[in-house]
């Protein structure tokens, strides 16, 4: 078993910055995928961002203002979100996965105001 824990979110005004991290614990040997996912109220859950062996992977609406990187000494994958926007705005959760099994986090709130 996989635990996950966020942490990061918050409530900022538009164009300003976060940075969400989420830590692993438990069985994290070969967690060869992590990343974020968000929910907006009303919307379907949709990948944000993720990393494999170093390969980054990204939607297209957050290129260039989202980062992401994990640090495999802690067991923890970051989430640089920059030039935040309003429609950015959802719950946000770590996602990990283990061979075919696929963990969650509990999701951490994130609100830009414009």
């Known amino acids: 078993q996989v635990q996950l824990v966020e942490s990061g979110g918050g409530l900022v005004q538009a164009g300003e910055s976060l940075r969400l991290s989420c830590t692993a614990s438990?069985?994290?040997?070969?967690?060869?995928?992590m990343g974020w996912y968000r929910q907006a109220p009303g919307k379907q859950r949709e990948m944000v961002a993720d990393?494999?062996?170093?390969?980054?992977n990204y939607r297209d609406s957050v290129k260039g203002r989202f980062t992401i990187y994990r640090d495999y000494a802690l067991n923890t994958v970051y989430l640089q979100m920059n030039s935040l926007k309003p429609e950015d705005t959802a719950v946000y959760y770590c996602?990990?996965?283990?061979?075919?099994?696929?963990?969650w986090g509990k999701g951490t709130l994130v609100t830009v105001s414009s």
């Open positions: 438990g069985s994290t040997f070969s967690l060869n995928v």
């Open positions: 990393i494999s062996s170093g390969v980054t």
């Open positions: 996602n990990a996965k283990q061979y075919t099994i696929n963990y």
